[in-house]
């Protein structure tokens, strides 16, 4: 066992998609859960179409069930948008998706936003596209520090994006941006893929390593991949983690059955922290 305690795990909704959010937090409450990372897109929370009806409907509903809303994290992945768009409608048209994600954030009094820094076209130079990613990032730190947000920008593989894939390049993006209430998400996955681990992480990282996102391998329940999970909560420990271990599960296999996944994944982690 180690001094993590299960009180810094939290659920994410993104598994969920074919489920209400509400059967969401039934899971959640079934595991003994009670932070919750908001994954904002369809059929939950969508920025574009969304009402301020339904986002005080998910306010309530945390409030009622007393679950603390630790993160906002807006769909950037599956949707078409691109912070680092070479196409400048295709940018501000992401842009105003982020910012309009932000004000929801503030409603729903998030604490934390999560990003991704986007992609640049294979057929130009990378330092072009990370330029317009990292003025993207500025305009979204600045808009969130208005309403009293971190921003955590997170690395990600190489068939994702060919911009920030590595701790040292997450490091250095943070660093040119220079804002105060910007910092790291490491998820297992593309941490993983850059041959990496939570030491390796921290080496670089320090203290703005502010979150994480901590699953199995290709997004699966604990104990369905092949990650040295263990090893690796052990070394957050070592380090004296204060952040949340948010269980980002979003493999297909689990549609059908996403509480299962989350439920198992939540005892496998109250068995090894405090």
Request: one cysteine or more; charged letters at 25%; a negative charge.
């Amino acid at each position: 066992m180690v001094d993590l305690s299960f009180s810094q795990v939290a659920a994410m909704n993104e598994h969920f998609v074919l489920h209400t959010f509400s059967s969401f937090l039934d899971s959640a409450e079934r595991s003994g859960i009670h932070k919750i990372e908001l994954w904002a897109g369809l059929p939950h929370l969508y920025a574009p179409d969304t009402t301020p009806q339904k986002v005080n409907d998910i306010a309530r509903q945390l409030r009622r069930r007393q679950m603390e809303l630790i993160c906002y994290t807006p769909e950037q992945c599956v949707y078409p948008f691109n912070i680092a768009a070479k196409d400048p409608e295709l940018r501000k048209y992401s842009l105003e998706y982020f910012l309009r994600n932000l004000e929801i954030a503030g409603a729903l009094e998030a604490p934390m936003f999560q990003i991704v820094p986007g992609w640049g076209l294979r057929t130009e130079p990378r330092q072009e596209a990370l330029k317009r990613s990292l003025e993207s990032v500025g305009v979204i730190c600045r808009a969130a520090e208005r309403l009293g947000i971190r921003v955590v920008l997170e690395a990600l593989e190489e068939e994702e994006s060919n911009l920030i894939r590595t701790a040292a390049e997450l490091r250095e993006a943070i660093d040119q941006v220079g804002a105060k209430n910007l910092g790291a998400i490491v998820d297992t996955c593309p941490m993983a893929a850059a041959g990496e681990d939570f030491e390796a992480s921290y080496r670089v990282l320090g203290d703005k390593l502010w979150h994480t996102h901590f699953i199995d391998s290709v997004h699966q329940a604990w104990g369905d991949g092949v990650f040295p999970l263990e090893r690796w909560l052990r070394q957050l420990d070592e380090h004296r983690y204060e952040g949340i271990l948010t269980m980002e599960i979003l493999n297909d296999r689990y549609l059908l059955d996403p509480s299962s996944a989350l439920e198992k994944s939540a005892r496998a982690l109250r068995s090894l922290l405090s």
